[in-house]
């Protein structure tokens, strides 16, 4: 069960969850767009938001910045997450455009709202579940591209439903977060994407 557990804060690490998102959203749409677009699409967000994190996170921790990649305390969560706001920054304005690709657009400024208002919280030293914000995030994205798309997703959005308790569960189960770090996380994560789905609905 342990081993079932740990493998949430894996298998959905914050890391992970843009382009996870933007997986999901070639996955469903009915829209053509050209695969050779959606691989260098997906290439530009696994090197902005996987590779260069984790380049990044190798220097924090030599500097001794950080300890490890869980940021378990909150003091270490502030250069990152101002280097992940720059990031997702890049993406906003150098790889999706908000005409072209509005869904897509939208869904990172969600993610860099998110992610900002974790920054802010680090200034008052509060710490939010970083995990439970990215599956969050997901799980909103998905309802909006259903609703959007006029496509069932009911079963990728239970899915997703089941991680958001799975991912909890992990992170409650290695003493990484209490209850009300998750509420704020799924909270942080969720509202964003429901308040711009005015923008792309």
């Known amino acids: 069960m342990n081993l079932f557990l740990k493998a949430a804060s894996y298998l959905f690490h914050p890391l992970l969850m843009p382009i996870l998102g933007t997986i999901l959203y070639y996955s469903v749409t009915p829209r053509y767009i050209d695969p050779q677009l959606v691989r260098v699409e997906l290439f530009a967000i696994a090197i902005i938001t996987i590779l260069i994190p984790i380049v990044i996170f190798f220097l924090l ?19 990152p997450l101002m280097i992940q706001c720059i990031l997702l920054l890049l993406i906003i304005k150098m790889v999706f455009d908000p005409y072209e ?12 709202f998110s992610a900002f208002s974790a920054l802010v919280m680090v200034f008052f030293k509060l710490k939010v579940s970083l995990h439970q914000m990215g ?3 997901i799980l909103m994205f998905l309802v ?6 006029k496509i069932n997703l009911l ?9 958001n308790g799975w991912v909890a569960s992990s992170r409650l189960n290695n003493d990484s977060h209490t209850y009300p770090e998750l509420g704020v996380g799924l909270f942080l994560g ?5 308040i711009l789905f005015n923008l792309w609905l």
Request: no cysteine.
């Open 155 to 163: 079963v990728t959005i239970s899915f997703f439903l089941f991680v």
């Open 135 to 137: 599956v969050a995030g």
């Open 190 to 194: 969720a509202l964003p994407q429901l």
């Open 144 to 149: 909006g591209l259903s609703a959007h798309f």
């Open 61 to 79: 921790k030599n500097l001794r910045v950080v300890e490890t990649i869980y940021l378990k305390e909150v003091k270490e969560r502030k250069f």
């Open 101 to 112: 690709d509005p869904e897509l657009y939208y869904f990172f400024v969600g993610i860099l």
